[in-house]
């Protein structure tokens, strides 16, 4: 089958590839659960894939062109949070002190959970807005899609650091977790949250943009209506 390549159009959840004569969108969204905790499934599921025309193309790199002068405020944001820490700690200023509670076992148990089902949850809320975001720019809905099955090439080596990058974070999310039940400290459940948002957020990793990373279409559906 053919190799193809993927490109980042400044759009998380969709990327670009050039398949015969034709350019497409594959939609990373996974295509199941199970999919956000164990990696390599994604590579066995059919993802969903869009058919753009030559204008629509356009559009996505032009406002790609101009999304990318975003990056300094970004920028600013975590320098900001990086100067704010380094001023707590000059000044002996514990940021954690006033986020002490006094929950129960159970009461506690309950808003980890609900912290995982929110990380969760809020990820939906971003991979939908980023799809009204895409029908929006190009004026049409994406009903139809092709269904194509795609494998990396030769990136054994890489997707194994992902792998156990992916389980560091994991196990991190964890451990917050374990320490807000722990010391009853507010913020340990908002640092769960935010790694296992990241832990989730990393299943895009499964299709990586670059010139430096190939994929193989091994298995193409015909188009169908979407569900």
């Keep these: 089958m053919q190799k193809i390549k993927l490109y980042y159009k400044g759009n998380f959840r969709y990327l670009l590839f050039h398949y015969q004569g034709k350019q497409y969108l594959l939609d990373r969204f996974p295509k199941h659960f199970l999919g956000y905790f164990c990696l390599p499934l994604n590579w066995y599921f059919y993802q969903k894939v869009y058919a753009i025309s030559d204008e629509e193309l356009f559009k996505i790199e032009e406002k790609n062109s101009k999304a990318s002068k975003l990056i300094l405020p970004t920028s600013l944001a975590a320098g900001l949070a990086v100067f704010v820490n380094a001023w707590a700690r000059m000044n002996h200023i514990d940021l954690f ?57 030769n990136s054994l080596g890489f997707y194994i650091k992902i792998l156990l990058l992916r389980l560091c974070v994991f196990a991190l999310a964890l451990i917050f977790a374990l320490a807000f039940m722990y010391l009853k400290n507010i913020a340990m459940l908002c640092l769960m949250f935010l790694t296992m948002f990241i832990f989730l957020w990393t299943v895009n990793i499964a299709f990586v943009p670059g010139e430096e990373r190939e994929y193989e279409i091994v298995g193409v559906i015909s188009y169908q209506s979407e569900n």
């Design 97 to 153: 002190a006033n986020f002490y509670v006094n929950f129960s076992i159970v009461t506690s148990l309950i808003l980890v959970v609900m912290g995982l089902l929110l990380s969760f949850s809020l990820l939906q809320i971003l991979y939908s807005k980023k799809k009204n975001s895409l029908e929006k720019l190009l004026n049409r809905s994406l009903e139809q899609s092709i269904y194509f099955k795609i494998k990396p090439v």
